[in-house]
């Protein structure tokens, strides 16, 4: 412990004391939260089997064993690759991805789907592939600076896997949008990979440039507004999104990927500018889109007018909205209680409206508990952002973390008619192997950003008491009456 | 940096705060109004998937929730279906509900208010939840006399305790059997209620208390005398000229007494013999020289017009329009022109003569009952309205005792048991069957049943029939029943 002198001791009536600090391992505490979150998951499980079918049947719990092992297995491999690592994220993952396997079992149940038939199973398997396939992130990728290196093979990466789904052959239109890529029997996202990618890509690149897009242009209306010249990146990423509206019809991606590079912007630069013109843009946008666009029109007609008969009853109407709704509704405050509601009624109940599913049967109080898991999540990797060492890392993991919420924001916003609904899937708990993957992926980056952070020691304030020294030379200390 | 990630910070935890919000208005607030959406099918499972509570008479169950294995848990069941559907009504899988099926939806499927408590511990102790049983104020020896004597006639029968307002009976015929629409086959309910709905007997209404109502007839002059009396400018011995036929004024339309010629032969006819040998003409004078609104007034003291009576079945209200000619004021006051009634509102005009002038709320539920046996309503008998005083009441009993023992309505006589009563034969468009009716209590001197009874469709015999030739003969019998019992 060092003690520094803070100034002339005439000055002040103290010393501040400052001592360097070394974050304390959590990885015990992590375990505890595993343990808990391992246990929450499987009485999930156990409670839906109970509540559809009156009895706990053995093929799943023991894939979810299988799961559990593997949980741990990365647990240990955390405490040698990333011993220093948030005790939060990892936990939280493990606890949001297996209650949207025992949900999505529950519809499976209803639906009558066994086997590999049943999305539940696939489920668990993709979470093994994904569990792996973090792990393997977390051990290959020691230092997250090497990322910064790859920030344009990124950004290549990121406009091939937007691009996959559009190439005849592979690519596959499912309820209106073209966002899959389908080789064989595997379907796969890879959108949700590029959001990744262009994570990277975004945070490399402002690193570098953000000098230049912050400090110079002109003033107008108060705001510093940029060279024309340097509005070239935003309208890169502008004209992406609008090709991801117009070829894909996939609304809800393009205001993820626009809203990610428009935050990561103004983090970087500081600049209210960049946001107003950013959001001008999209808003043009998405206005000539609906006006020209008829799924476009449509997603906001449904939006507007839900409960309107004729919207109700047109095909791609607000049928699945609606009847979302009324699962919410019936799950009430403390909902049906798992396996005892009925979500299958709503069209998409294990993947776009795996949400409204856990809505109906945990209740209100149910979506407020996994509200607050996503938003401790998010906080976790915010805490990145302000406490990082390095500006790439702390822009890193602003962006994956923003890039969670936004996307919980835009499912159930559009679920629950906060805006108006577009086809994503809800982080760890809708049914999806894309999904699932590039989330768990994120959470292997956090991780690794997050040890990068906690393993550097750094100055804090000794808040131990002081001993008060009284000095004669303090006028204080002398009773004002006494010179008399 | 850190300036912005805190504005980010914001935005994200508004962000947050936005679906906090949304989630709440949709499971707390708007949930009553998403929940009886029609277009809801979790509220008709849920309906169907809770134990419906049974509808009892006397203790025996006459519709009751029996376990499926199908998607909804739960078959409806009827004991005894035809003869209880004016009461139970039906519940159906996509069809809607009625009668008391209906009406205490929410008590039977566990959804009342007062039961949110006992649902809640239900949910948390893992039970099945469960709905409250109601116990209705039906008598079953009363229901099936009434049932048998109503024989094959098109029409209705209600009888009340004029003390409590408690219904004893209540049957509507033709009828329908609720089992048949309590099926778990969508296409086969839709194909039965369509079967249903175009039969020429109209089987799902309950002519009761609803439907296109009929013409009171003769039974209207008890409303026209109460108001007389009330008025205090008439007795029953006071007089009006006695012709032999009428043309009303400024008309052509000539009125005739029911049995043609004079009231009684004298020169003038009083109040008394009018209502005794129910006489129009002495009426169709009283009723103009009454007025609409003294008429009316009265009317609705006895519950015309009121489109908030529930027992807890809603009740049609019964009118009395307003004139716009003399001639049409004095057929109104007989009960032609365009009054209508339900033999509902016809019973408790004579409860409330036959109660000393009181007139208690009608209700056919006695008590609803949570599974855990803890009552959750009681009925308490309620004081509806007092339309006459009780020296009116004396009067009015008088009268229609006369009316039994020696006038028009002999043949509803019981050795022994002094019966008010009054007939009524309604004529409907020219050369349509007549419809007959017959209201009354007994005993006079301490009422035990009032009763309504109607034969529509000129009981299949024309215009050749009359109030105390089919009527009367039921409303006797329904009586008795409750007499000897």
Redesign the interface.
Known sequence: MAVIDAGPRSTFTGTIRVRLRTPARRRNLELFLLLGALVLAGGAMVLVELGALGRVGGTLLVLEGGLAVLVLLGHVAERVVAPDADPFVFPIAVLLNGVGIAEISRIDIAKGLGGWEAAGVRQIVWTGIALIVAFAALVLIRNHRVLQRYRYIAMFSAIVLLLLPVLPGIGRTISGARVWIAIGPFSFQPGELAKIALAIFFAGYLVTARDSLSMVGRTFLGMRFPRVRDLGPILVIWVLAMAVIVFQHDLGTALLYFGLFLVMLYVATGRLSWVIIGLLLFGCGAYIAGRSLNYVAGRFGSWLDAFNPAVYEKSGGSYQLVQGLFGLANGGLVGTGLGQGRPDIVPLAESDYIVASLGEELGLVGLFALLALYLLFVSRGFRIGFTGQDDFGRLLGVGLSFVVALQVFIVIGGVTRVIPLTGLTTPFLAAGGSSLVANWIIVALLLRLSDSVRNQPHWVVDTAPIPVMASSSDPSAAPAGGAS | ?????R???I???I??L???G???I???F??D???S?G?????L??SFSAERGSILVAGQPIATSIATNDKYKYQRQYANGQLYSAVTGYFTLNQGNTGLENALNNYLSGTANEQFLAQ?NA?LT?QNPKGASVETTIDPVVQQAAWDALGNYQGAVVALNPKTGAILAMVSKPTFDPNTLAVHNSAQVISTYKQLLVDSGDPLINRAIAGSLNPPGSTFKLVVASAAFESGQYTPDSTFPNPGSLTLPQSSTVITNAEGGSCGGADTASIATALRLSCNIPFAQLGLALGYNTISGQAKKYGFDDDNLRIPMKVTPSVYPQTDSDAQQMISSFGQGNDRVTPLQMAMVSAAIGNGGKLMTPNVVDNITAPDLSVLQKLTPTLYNTPISSATATTMTQLMVNNVANGAASNARINGVDVAGKTGTAQNAPGAPYTLWFTGFAPAADPQVAVAVVVENGGGRGQSAFGNLLAAPIAKKVIEAVLNR
Not at chain 2, 1 to 5: D, G
Not at chain 2, 39 to 43: A, D, E, G, P, S
């Open positions: 940096m850190n300036k912005e990630l504005r980010v910070s935005v994200v935890l962000m947050f936005a679906l906090f949304s989630t709440t949709i499971q707390v708007q949930q109004n998403l929940k959406d277009r809801n099918v979790r509220t499972y849920a809640l949910i893992g």
